[in-house]
């Protein structure tokens, strides 16, 4: 019998066999994953501050018989779970911060739950429930089917600019991992066969001289004149970088009265490109920038590096492989009132830029880069890696939105999260049980990295910037 075990494995029949079953036992436990999504959608913390998050996608884990290793890399609300032993070692991440401003019911019109309050705009409190729940799924199945492996949760805070996968990389909790699998919400259904924007983000703060604006202006020098003459340097320098490059930022800090000459201001910036080594250049221009300003208004600047992520390094041959395990899942369907929700949602869009009714398809992997960044691109580069796009979203509904956090806060979000847990699954499925798809993933990885080392961009001595949303 063991012998005819490790010829199906060697194969991949035992793991197809599998699957069926495997869908249908997810069937009746979604509801229960679904409460934990809307569970997290109401505590919408905040990255580096996902305490009662992260605690209970933690309490799951340990329930289902995983071992917790917390406060990886310094970081709280970063922690692994882990089932098995051996090889393959195959990864799930889960994402569960929020972001700030975007406090929304479940309603197709703006309705803040709290006004100015942080909310699931990106819908990570479906990417860490569905993560959650395919990871227990697969360790039940790992244990009934006695499958060799170690199966991995990546428990991975403030992805929204904190870049907490890049500190955890530093802690070395990935350095055993053969595959890497990751899903993200999206209004549509595929394997994310494209890149994404590497991107650098800093806090440039000002220090000048504060005086009375009326009667001692000569004495005063303005922080915020040198914040103002870095951003208007910085706007003539957009005509000057390549076409795909991305810089955005808002002023935190501009001072405290108009009658008072400003001794501190405070720019929190962005940049973005395709290739991290092009985003070099660009961020020494940047610099130049704030440099040029603060000589100009004679007041002094410091530059607190915040976080980088590099863009993703795309994988042919996992793509291939959840492409083939989404469309045996399937899309999502709406229900009569579902659809009059979206219908109703749609129309505070300015355009509609899907049909309703793609949520039901799957898309083919296709190439290209978006205009997103992720921390996620970071592991892309250091070991193979795939990630899922599941419609938790209506149709044109785009991310960072007062109604993706409408969406991903009910049904339509839950439903979605069930496609990709199922996906994540029955792709896992495929890994353990067949050495070759691992192997084919490794070499994938190998090909499209063509030799590059991964380096972080986050200078070594700078510890996770636990309060850069505070």
């Not at 996620?376 to 956090?405: E, K, N, R």
């Not at 495929?430 to 190998?446: G, I, M, R, W």
Request: some cysteine; proline content about 5%.
């Amino acid at each position: 019998m063991r012998t005819l075990t490790f010829a199906l494995l060697a194969i991949g029949l035992l793991g197809a066999d599998d699957k069926p079953a495997l869908l249908q036992k997810m069937n009746s436990r979604a509801a229960h994953y679904g409460d934990i999504s809307r569970q997290i959608w109401e505590f919408a913390e905040l990255g580096y501050q996902e305490q009662k998050s992260a605690a209970l996608l933690k309490a799951e884990l340990r329930a289902a018989g995983f071992t917790i290793a917390e406060n990886i890399g310094g970081i709280p609300t970063a922690f692994t779970a882990t089932y098995g032993q051996g090889k393959p070692v195959i990864g799930i991440m889960g994402e569960y911060d929020a972001l700030p401003g975007l406090s929304q019911d479940t309603s197709p019109e703006r309705k803040p739950l709290v006004a100015g309050a942080p909310g699931h705009g990106c819908g990570h409190n479906l990417l860490g429930a569905a993560s959650l729940f395919a990871a227990v799924t697969l360790k039940e199945w790992m244990a009934e089917k006695k499958i060799g492996g170690t199966l991995r949760f990546y428990g991975t805070p403030a992805e929204e600019g904190g870049s907490g996968k890049v500190y955890m990389l530093r802690a070395g909790v990935f350095k055993d991992v053969d595959t890497v699998l990751s899903w993200h919400p999206s209004d549509t259904n595929g394997a994310d066969l494209s890149s994404s924007l590497a991107i650098m983000s800093a806090k440039f703060k000002f220090f000048g001289k504060a005086s009375h604006a009326g009667t001692a202006n000569d004495v005063g020098r303005s922080a915020l004149d040198g914040l103002m003459l870095t951003a208007n340097a910085i706007e003539y320098l957009r005509e000057h970088v390549p076409d795909a490059t991305r810089i955005h930022y808002v002023i935190t800090k501009g001072g405290s009265a108009p009658n008072i000459i400003p001794d501190y201001a405070e720019l929190y910036l962005y940049a973005r490109n395709p290739s991290m080594p092009v985003l070099d250049k660009i961020w020494e221009r940047i610099l130049k920038c704030a440099q040029g300003g603060a000589l100009a208004s004679e007041t002094r600047v410091e530059v607190e590096f915040v976080s980088s992520s590099y863009n993703t390094l795309p994988n042919d041959a996992l793509a291939a492989l959840v492409d083939k395990n989404m469309r045996i899942v399937g899309g999502v369907t709406y229900t009569a009132e579902e659809q009059r929700f979206g219908e109703a949602l749609r129309k505070s869009l300015p355009e509609a830029t899907k049909p309703m009714g793609s949520q039901e398809s799957i898309t083919a992997p296709r190439e290209g880069f978006g205009t997103f960044s992720t921390d996620a691109g970071d592991v892309s580069w250091a070991f193979p890696m795939v990630q899922i796009l599941a419609a938790t979203y209506v149709p044109g509904v785009p991310a960072h939105s007062w109604q993706s956090a409408a969406c991903s806060g009910m049904s339509i979000g839950r439903k979605g999260m069930v496609v990709a847990a199922k996906s994540l699954v029955l792709t896992a499925v495929d890994l353990f049980t067949n050495p070759a798809e691992v192997a084919a993933a490794k070499a994938s990885f190998d090909k499209r990295r063509a030799g590059f080392e991964y380096r972080s961009r986050v200078p070594a001595d700078n510890k996770p910037p636990l309060d850069y949303r505070k």
